[in-house]
């Protein structure tokens, strides 16, 4: 039996968690090592002296945007041909670029946060969420690409969850964008799955303890 991924990263959401998704929505196990330490970051094994790190299928991954690739295409959510697959792409590329915004909020000091906070949502209400309700009602589909689940909406779900953590009624302008019924991410949104909360204070702290020591 092959060994399960294992997943190295500091406990908490971050650049991880977007993986963890993909993982979930394939319904695979996984494991995880929660960084804490200084030394355990400098282990030397981080191509690029980056995390997050995950080990499976006998390699040693790094570098966020690889690992989620590869993901995709090995559970079959990366489309059927490389025309799919480069909307795929765009379309995660697009909502990695809002979603990064709301990761590095917590680090800001609280005005900043604020004031960054409210830009993103903006952005989200009037720039991201728009153009995804405009593609999912031109073609007339439940997905994004070749009405088929794929990464783009796996993506796009995590994102509008982590805005619906800070404005409720986000979506009340966007009714094709709604929470699809896959059974492996109903299961990963319950309590107790390896989803992970919103940052918090001693999440942030352990970040910058590690890393900017």
């Not at 295409?73 to 915004?101: H, W």
């Amino acid at each position: 039996m092959a060994a399960r991924p294992k997943l190295y990263y500091f406990c908490g959401r971050g650049r991880m968690e977007s993986i963890r998704w993909l993982l979930a929505a394939a319904g695979e196990e996984f494991e995880e090592e929660f960084l804490e330490t200084r030394e355990q970051y400098e282990n030397g094994r981080l191509l690029f002296g980056q995390v997050p790190l995950v080990e499976m299928d006998g390699m040693v991954l790094t570098q966020t945007r690889a690992i989620l690739s590869y993901l995709a295409a090995k559970y079959n959510f990366y489309g059927k041909d490389l025309k799919e697959r480069v909307r795929i792409d765009m379309y995660v590329d697009g909502t990695q670029v809002l979603m990064m915004m709301i990761i590095m909020a917590p680090f800001k000091f609280p005005e900043e946060k604020q004031e960054m906070l409210a830009s993103i949502m903006q952005k989200a209400k009037t720039r991201y969420l728009p153009a995804f309700e405009k593609i999912l009602n031109d073609h007339g589909e439940d997905f994004l690409v070749g009405n088929k689940f794929s990464w783009a909406d796996i993506q796009l779900l995590e994102a509008i969850l982590m805005m619906e953590e800070r404005s409720a009624s986000v979506l009340s302008d966007f009714p094709l964008l709604k929470v699809v019924n896959i059974p492996t991410i109903k299961k990963f949104l319950q309590p107790g799955s390896q989803r992970k909360p919103p940052p918090d204070t001693h999440y942030v702290d352990c970040v910058r303890n590690i890393v900017l020591l």
